[in-house]
């Protein structure tokens, strides 16, 4: 049985240069709390004062160009979850195998030029196979030949499923001709 994972909590890798970290020291060093509490009050007033954190951006936006140029140099690399049957080296692990996993680039088209264009014979030639159709309603659906989709039932176990399914096909195809 394949059951979700509990997360237990999440760990946000953050980099800055050395003179931001001391400004936050020094605001937390005024307030008399760590670091550490002064990012989770921070996260804390982001979640309730949702509206005012938008605003944010458009406040960034606004800054001297010399002044953001300096302040790109904070970020976050990553943000990764710790479950409940891992220790944080695990996570991190995971984390950073994923981002050297290579990623699969397939060609994205319109429900439009989908349906303008499936009928084609050349269909997959001119988009692709398999292609990625990003619907109206905002979904994405994968649509291709069904020769790769049979080859890839086949390679995953699901042959039987594979049979069955053109089975169905060929008795819709000639009750069709009927």
């Not at 695990?90 to 499936?118: G, W, Y």
């Not at 990003?134 to 291709?144: A, E, F, I, S, Y």
């Not at 890839?152 to 000639?174: D, F, P, Q, S």
Request: with cysteine.
């Amino acid at each position: 049985m394949n059951e979700e994972r509990r997360v237990k909590y999440y760990i946000f890798e953050v980099e800055m240069p050395e003179e931001y970290e001391v400004v936050l020291r020094n605001i937390a060093e005024m307030e008399k709390i760590t670091l550490d509490e002064l990012t989770t009050a921070s996260l804390k007033y982001m979640t309730v004062h949702t509206e005012e954190v938008k605003g944010w951006k458009t406040e960034f936006d606004k800054l001297p160009e010399n002044i953001k140029e300096k302040l790109q140099r904070i970020n976050v690399n990553r943000i990764y979850p710790v479950y409940d049957d891992e220790t944080e080296e695990m996570a991190r692990n995971r984390a950073l195998a994923e981002e050297i996993k290579p990623k699969l680039s397939l060609h994205e088209i319109s429900q439009k030029e989908f349906v303008d264009h499936i009928d084609e014979d050349n269909f997959f030639q001119l988009f692709g196979n398999p292609v990625i159709i990003n619907c109206d309603n905002g979904q994405k659906l994968v649509c291709m030949a069904w020769s790769m989709a049979e080859r890839l039932m086949r390679m995953t176990g699901h042959g039987e499923e594979a049979v069955e399914v053109i089975r169905k096909a060929a008795e819709m195809n000639r009750n069709e001709k009927l």
